[in-house]
């Protein structure tokens, strides 16, 4: 199991970015995919969830409105749009697949990580 994440940066507050995971070691569309961030010094946090066939996403309170999680299974892809970027979404953001057995709204990831890709949100 695998992940690259990429398309980090720096921005502006109220900018964009769009993140995107390859995915592969594993079959990509049947599994719920999600992406995380951790800020300095603070644990990693969930951020959204897709399903398996993208119908059904969950967001963190704190980017829902603002971000959208959305994947292309031909591609093994995830991406999460990040729009409104605030200062406080500066972080190293991560991608993952369920474990065994979870759902959206019940979620957990494996013990994979990717190497992240860094967004910085600064003026």
């Known amino acids: 199991v695998q992940f690259e994440e990429s398309g980090g940066g720096s921005a502006q507050p109220g900018g964009s970015l769009r993140l995107t995971c390859a995915a592969s070691?594993?079959?990509?569309?049947?599994?719920?995919m999600s992406w995380h961030r951790q800020a300095p010094g603070k644990e990693r946090e969930l951020v959204a969830v897709?399903?398996?066939?993208?119908?059904?996403?969950v967001y963190a309170d704190s980017v829902k409105g603002r971000f959208t999680i959305s994947r292309d299974n031909a591609k093994n892809t995830v991406d999460l749009q990040m729009n409104s970027l605030v200062p406080e979404d500066t972080a190293m953001y991560y991608c993952?697949?369920?474990?065994?057995?979870?759902?959206?709204?019940?979620?957990?990831?494996?013990?994979?990580w990717g190497k992240g890709t860094l967004v910085v949100v600064a003026s």
């Open positions: 993952n697949k369920a474990t065994f057995g979870a759902t959206v709204y019940d979620y957990s990831p494996t013990e994979y």
């Open positions: 070691g594993f079959d990509f569309g049947g599994w719920i």
């Open positions: 897709i399903s398996s066939l993208g119908g059904t996403t």
